[in-house]
């Protein structure tokens, strides 16, 4: 008897530990499910505001006016040099000009210090000493990883003596260096 109470206390206990095991069991599923279901969720919303983010809405506005042109985006690195790099795409592939981004930024630098006046109102306005304040852009600009705006675009304009068109979602077509030669 002894024995046999013994053993059933024992599968009892086997019984419960497996009951606690199944539960056990039952709750990682659901917690794994649920976590799959919230994984779902915020892809599926990361997609959603993908596609309806300010960066894709630009992209996709000025894709569709440059194919009307036959053109179309070039993706360049958003690393600080990305106007001249896409400049270094265009004239090579375009033009077969063999240069480099790091080549651009030192003529463009060269260019803005050789014609300050020209500039200096766009780069170092409300300072005590402008021409200092200058030269240090002007560094910037040749060194890498410096964004560049109109003021650089414009220098390049002239150094490559090329208009540059600016496409923007927001604002007309901007023509830089009207003056020179279209291509």
């Known amino acids: ?26 709750k990682r599923g659901r917690k794994t499910a649920k976590d799959r279901e919230k994984s779902e969720r915020v892809a599926d919303e990361t997609e959603r505001l993908a596609k309806t983010s300010e960066r894709t809405k630009e992209l996709d506005a000025i894709g ?15 690393d ?11 004239l090579v592939s375009l033009f077969d000009v063999a240069t480099s981004h790091v080549t651009l930024r030192r003529q463009t630098a060269d260019y ?7 500039f200096i ?12 304040v200058y030269e240090e852009h002007c560094d910037k600009v040749e060194s890498e990883g410096e964004w560049g705006g109109q ?24 023509r830089m260096g009207a003056h020179l030669p279209a291509d």
């Open 1 to 26: 008897r002894k024995r046999a109470a013994a053993e059933e206390a024992r599968r009892e206990e086997e019984e419960a530990i497996e009951r606690k095991r199944a539960k056990a069991q039952r």
């Open 64 to 78: 569709t006016t440059l194919a009307k042109q036959g053109l179309r985006i070039y993706e360049v690195a958003a």
């Open 80 to 90: 600080g040099n990305c106007l001249y790099r896409a400049v270094e795409h265009q």
């Open 112 to 118: 803005m210090r050789a014609n300050e006046d020209e």
């Open 121 to 132: 109102s766009f780069v170092a306005l409300d300072c005590d000493d402008p021409r200092k």
């Open 151 to 174: 003021p650089e675009i414009l220098a390049l304009t002239h150094v490559l003596n090329r208009s540059i068109y600016v496409y923007s979602r927001d604002a007309p077509l901007l």
